[in-house]
Nanobody
Framework: QVQLVESGGGSVQAGRSLRLSCSVS????????MAWFRQAPVKEREGVAS???????MYRDSVKGRFTISKDNAKNTLYLQMNSLKPEDTAMYYC???????????????????????WGQGTQVTVSS
């Protein structure tokens, strides 16, 4: 059974950093497309970043240069390093996975959340001004 468990969320002031982690179990993690999504109150869930099995990454424009997605295959863990946080980054952050390549399930495309098969429960990030 596939399980994704996020951790590392919290409340920080604008300009500070947080690192989210997603512990993965139940499948051959290294061959999947792994991604981070977020959902703010009364907004649609949106893709933030993805990392493919070959290590190639994609980001939505609003986080480029501030967020970095990475993974440690030996630890079966996905990360999201978030720097220079802004109040508009406040959201519940979700780890997601799909068996297809990230070039198929493009994380920043409209409706991308409907393409990913596996989801964690989320971790809250709150950024105050």
């Amino acid at each position: 059974q596939v399980q994704l468990v996020e951790s590392g969320g919290g409340s920080v002031q604008a300009g500070r950093s947080l690192r989210l982690s997603c512990s993965v179990s139940g499948y051959t993690y290294s061959t999947y497309c792994m991604a981070w999504f977020r959902q703010a109150p009364v907004k649609e869930r949106e893709g933030v970043a993805s990392i493919d099995s070959d290590g190639s990454t994609m980001y939505r424009d609003s986080v480029k240069g501030r967020f970095t997605i990475s993974k440690d295959n030996a630890k079966n863990t996905l990360y999201l390093q978030m720097n220079s946080l802004k109040p508009e980054d406040t959201a519940m952050y979700y780890c997601a996975a799909d068996r297809r390549s990230c070039t198929v399930v493009r994380v920043a495309a409209p409706g991308a959340q409907y393409e990913y098969d596996y989801w964690g429960q989320g971790t809250q990030v709150t950024v105050s001004s």
